[in-house]
């Protein structure tokens, strides 16, 4: 059974920079891409980008210039750093796997999730 | 950026009735529209892909259908376990989008 195990720092002040990780266990590594998701009472689910195994990156738009994904293959993990945060990005943050099929991508797996609040 | 919008926003039901929740693209997205069920506290995890295909362990009693910019995810026989936020997702291109959600409230 595949399992996403993240982990993170909770609470941020301003500006600060958003560090996450996630572990994948139970399942391969290869051939999927690896994503992180917020979700925010006012935003709803917000997708925020995506790493594969070769380290190849889609990011949202809105984000691009505040976001690094990176991959670690030897340790079937993926992580996130977003700068500058502000109040605005506090949300609970996921993993979550995309898997491929013919038709194309779609997410299958979410970790649990770690809330993020940044303030003074 | 492709909008989903979804209705309704809430919907309160009774055990066994049937539960339709209507999710509308900004543009045609093929069939590569899919389900989420979020319950309290917990993550999301998916019901339906691509419009029509039951992801594995799904009950039976959860269908989709729909292609272009129209889809519904159907309940039939609601059971009191399916209470939870429901929300659509494409993956026909990025960035990826979500609908705003459809809480289900028995």
């Known amino acids: 059974q595949v399992q996403l195990q993240q982990w993170g720092a909770g609470l941020l002040k301003p500006s600060a920079t958003l560090s996450l990780t996630c572990a994948v266990y139970?399942?391969?590594?290869?051939?999927?891409?690896w994503s992180w998701i917020r979700q925010s009472p006012g935003k709803g689910l917000e997708w925020i980008g995506e790493?594969?195994?070769?380290?190849?990156?889609n990011y949202s738009p809105s984000l691009k210039s505040r976001i690094t994904i990176l991959v670690d293959t030897s340790k079937n993990q993926f992580s996130l750093k977003l700068t500058s945060m502000t109040a605005a990005d506090s949300a609970l943050y996921y993993c979550?796997?995309?898997?491929?099929?013919?038709?194309?991508?779609?997410?299958?797996?979410w970790g649990q999730g770690v809330l993020v609040t940044v303030s003074s | 950026d492709i909008v989903l919008t979804q209705s309704p926003d809430f919907q309160s039901v009774t055990l066994r009735e049937r539960v339709t929740i209507t999710c509308r693209a900004s543009q045609s997205i093929g069939t590569n529209l899919h389900w989420f069920q979020q319950k309290t506290h917990q993550s999301p995890k998916l019901l339906v892909k691509?419009?029509?295909q039951s992801f594995s362990g799904v009950p039976s009693r959860f269908t989709g259908s729909g292609s272009g910019t129209h889809f519904t995810l159907t309940i039939n026989s609601l059971e009191a376990e399916d209470a939870a936020i429901y929300y659509c997702?494409?993956?026909?291109?990025?960035?990826?989008?979500f609908g705003g959600g459809t809480k289900v409230e028995i």
């Open positions: 979550a796997r995309r898997a491929w099929q013919s038709q194309g991508w779609y997410f299958d797996y």
């Open positions: 139970g399942g391969s590594f290869s051939g999927y891409y």
């Open positions: 790493v594969n195994d070769s380290g190849n990156c």
């Open positions: 997702h494409q993956s026909h291109s990025l960035p990826l989008t």
């Open positions: 691509f419009a029509s």
